[in-house]
């Protein structure tokens, strides 16, 4: 069991439409991050989203951590060519007394966006 | 400040031969982590190296390796070769030892590794 689920899996659009991708736990997480991973490379941080209810933009993208700290969405508006790419989230537990074994990832959304 | 490095880009393998990837980190960063990206599995945490220690290790068989030196570069091993190890191996790394909320970990371009 993905303890990350992202949701759609595929995601192929035209250019100027709107988007939402989605990443849900039943586990609670001290944060949350999004990459965005292009062919041939590794995985570049977006944003880090650390409170419940928090929301932070980035350009055209949205990024909303839920109230319950066990889900997110990433909301892009007028997608671009360029947003092409792999969208990775990934989770980070800490433990009561401080420390973490890691980041957790979903299997990612594979968005194109199609001129 | 050059990013994270790894080799080779790519490697061709058969089944059970082994194979050894070398990461270099950000300069200043002691903190090495290796993952196994597959389409099936996605992301999957292998192992991380702080001053030369494994600190955590993922749920992976014996096979698999690594280790780090004091100049931070890691190396993972992979032996006897299966056919399921084929994947791109990313490393990936950072300036702390212990995890923050605002932690960023950098990630190198990966070693794609395909195994015959």
């Known amino acids: 069991t993905q303890l990350l689920e992202q949701s759609p899996q595929f995601l192929s659009i035209q250019e100027g439409e709107n988007l939402t991708v989605y990443c849900n736990s039943s586990?609670?997480?001290?944060?949350l991050q999004w990459y965005r991973q292009e062919p041939g490379e590794g995985p570049v941080l977006l944003v880090t989203v650390v409170t419940g209810g928090e929301v932070k933009k980035l350009k055209r993208l949205t990024f909303q951590f839920g109230d319950a700290r066990k889900d997110s969405s990433l909301h892009i508006t007028a997608a671009q060519p360029g947003d092409t790419g792999l969208y990775l989230c990934a989770g980070l537990q800490m433990y009561s007394g401080g420390g973490a074994d890691g980041l957790t990832f979903g299997k990612g959304t594979h968005l194109i966006i199609q001129p | 400040k050059a990013g994270v490095t790894q080799t080779p880009r790519y490697l061709i393998k058969t089944r059970g031969q082994q194979v050894t990837l070398s990461c270099s980190p950000i300069?200043?960063?002691?903190?090495v982590s290796w993952y196994q990206q597959t389409p099936g599995q996605g992301l999957q945490f292998l192992f991380e190296?702080?001053?030369?220690?494994?600190?955590n290790k993922g749920n992976f068989p014996g096979r698999f390796s690594g280790r780090q030196f004091s100049n931070s570069r890691s190396e993972m091993n992979v032996s006897t070769l299966e056919l399921g190890d084929s994947a791109l191996y990313l490393c990936?790394?950072?300036?702390?030892?212990?995890?923050?909320?605002?932690?960023?970990?950098?990630f190198g371009p990966g070693t794609r590794l395909t195994v015959l």
């Open positions: 586990s609670v997480f001290s944060s």
């Open positions: 190296y702080f001053s030369e220690t494994q600190r």
């Open positions: 300069s200043g960063h002691r903190s």
């Open positions: 990936a790394s950072r300036n702390r030892r212990d995890y923050t909320t605002t932690d960023t970990q950098y």
